[in-house]
């Protein structure tokens, strides 16, 4: 019994229909106007809420501008659903469209565990997460429910595939009704335009808080750079200026942007200046899932508004592109296999290719390269795709995997994969940092700089960890320092390689222990390296950790068993200066690494 005499509400399952409703754009709708937005809410919620228990529902939460309710026949809760939209079309008719409330409703047919108050569990979180990806207006709901419904209510169903949902374990199967033949006010008086073939991206005008029209042209400012710093990117589709700015001073519905322009992600932000501070606030969403991808605030001193203005666009254009290709590589491994094409192919060689610089696998890598061949045998002027596999083949040398580990004719097919794909794409910055890494282990440190610095001419806004790599061991490891800092502030999903040459820059200074921290990150997400581990013995080493230097060094030859500093070492002598190789040796051989 319970000690404050209080029973506890008893707790139960059963099967049931769940629907969730939010209103889209509901913030916005709010911070245009809170006391009209909130007057009209309960006014469409006096008409919405009785609606639910003439269907067979029951009303569960109505807190802020959602609805959950519960139905014990899935045909009562999508006709709730259809009845629920017909009648908002219908309320919406006479309003401004900026000020329209439109439902996003999801049903899903679940388990549930129930008490006298409240149902929980996955039946209701997948209902949740559906209603989140439907259109504005729209209703989606799950297979287990279309199953139940499809063959007994005059509907049109559209199957959009097993979509992965927040939160959600596996695939889930979804549905989208077209309510167009039994909801008002929304036909369709514009195509829809198909999706580019690139990654497609619109950043939106920014929204100036600061309660002064005077201060738009900073916020568009901002707007305009973001654009500029997006365009370099030549894997990204973005749209022009002009057609970003119509949206501007409007409510936004990121998929009936995407409707409009034809684009999949929407960049939207706001700028709010105040006590000699500025504050920027940026989001990614997928404009056909409606999912967020990203989001980030920024806060600064105010002393130079075109410095800040430069600063912002600068930091964020790159952040924004990474997070682009990493939603791409993540939307393309749920594709079915028969809508494979190059990029496709590409896409899923890149996801394997980062897995790889953690395991050190040689199958991975020969995954890769697999992929990569039947991208380019759809496309063989595909340059990202030679790019890519000029690197396989620049690991395989660096790496005893297999025949290539130090094998001259490996590091030759590298470099010349890499120069076809410069010669096929010379704009492609990454085509570029291919041949320069190449160029590097061919020891000719210069030209492999200039490639970079190309690469960089190009986009000023690309970043690459191999650049570090390539200045370490032409000798400018301050310089190094600078390029991978600025890479891992750019790429928030960096390979475990940048660590690793931040503390090897760190190392050639003697700022031992600057290098300690990065080399050990390095280590713990790539155990398997054996250049980790050798860099980590020498900084141990250096640093008069000889236990620790002995347990690297023992590490290493679990790697490699024959790894020598006479023999390996001496292979792959890659440092430009004499100073440089004997720092790094001595490292080495005080962690008490073999000599042959």
Known sequence: MPTDGAAKPKTSRRLAAILAADIAGYSALMGADEADTVRSLKEHQAVIL??????????????????????????????????????????????????????????????????????????????????????????????????????????????????????ITGLIRVYRIDTAQHVLGTARTKPILTLPDKPSIAALPFTNLSGDAKEDYFSDGITEDIITELS?????????????????????????????????????????????????????????????????????????????????????????????????????????????????????????????WSSF????????????????????????????????????????????????????????????????????????????????RRRQHEAAIAEFERAMALNPNFTDWRFAEVLVYAGYAARAIEVVERHMRSDPFHMPLAAQWLGSAHYMLKHYPQALPRLQEYVSRSPNSRGGRLWLAATHAQLGNIEQARTEAAEVLRIEPTWTIEGTQAHQRTFKRMEDAKHYIDGLRKAGLPER
């Open 50 to 167: 009785p609606m639910i228990t003439e269907h067979g529902g029951r009303v569960i939460d109505t807190a802020g501008d959602g609805i959950l309710a519960e139905f014990s026949s899935v045909v009562n809760a999508v006709e709730g659903a259809v009845a629920i939209q017909k009648v908002m079309a219908e309320r919406n008719a006479n309003i401004p469209t900026e000020r329209q409330m439109r439902y996003r409703i999801g049903v899903n047919l679940g388990d549930v565990i129930h008490d006298e108050q409240r149902v929980y569990g996955d039946g209701v979180n997948i209902a949740a997460r559906l209603e989140s990806i439907a259109e504005p207006g729209g209703i989606c709901i799950s297979g287990e429910a279309f199953a139940q419904v499809q063959r007994k209510l005059p509907l049109r169903f559209l199957d959009i595939g097993e979509q992965p949902l927040k939160n």
């Open 232 to 356: 370099r990117f030549s894997e990204l589709f973005v749209i022009a200026r002009n057609s970003s700015f119509q949206y501007k001073g409007k409510v936004i519905d990121v998929r009936q942007v995407r409707r409009d322009l034809g684009v999949r992600y929407i960049l939207q932000g706001s700028i709010r200046r105040e006590a000699g501070r500025v504050r920027i606030s940026a989001q990614l969403a997928d404009a056909v899932t409606g999912a967020h991808r990203w989001a980030e605030r920024y806060d600064r001193r105010l002393e130079d508004v075109f410095a800040i203005q430069d600063e912002m666009a600068c930091t964020i254009a790159p952040i924004l592109a990474a997070h682009v290709n990493k939603a791409e590589i993540e939307r393309t491994i749920y594709k079915a296999p028969e809508t494979w094409q190059a990029y496709d192919y590409y896409l899923r060689a890149a996801d394997k290719h980062a897995s790889f």
């Open 361 to 440: 696998n040689a199958a991975e890598l020969y995954e890769v390269r697999g992929l990569l061949e039947r991208s380019l045998a759809i496309d063989p002027n595909y340059a990202r795709a030679y790019a890519r596999l000029a690197w396989t083949h620049i690991a395989a040398w660096v790496n005893a995997l297999d025949g290539d580990y130090l094998n001259p004719a490996a590091l030759d097919r590298a470099y010349h994969l890499a120069g076809r794909a410069v010669q096929l794409d010379p704009n492609l910055p990454e085509a570029h940092a291919v041949l320069g890494q190449a160029l590097c």
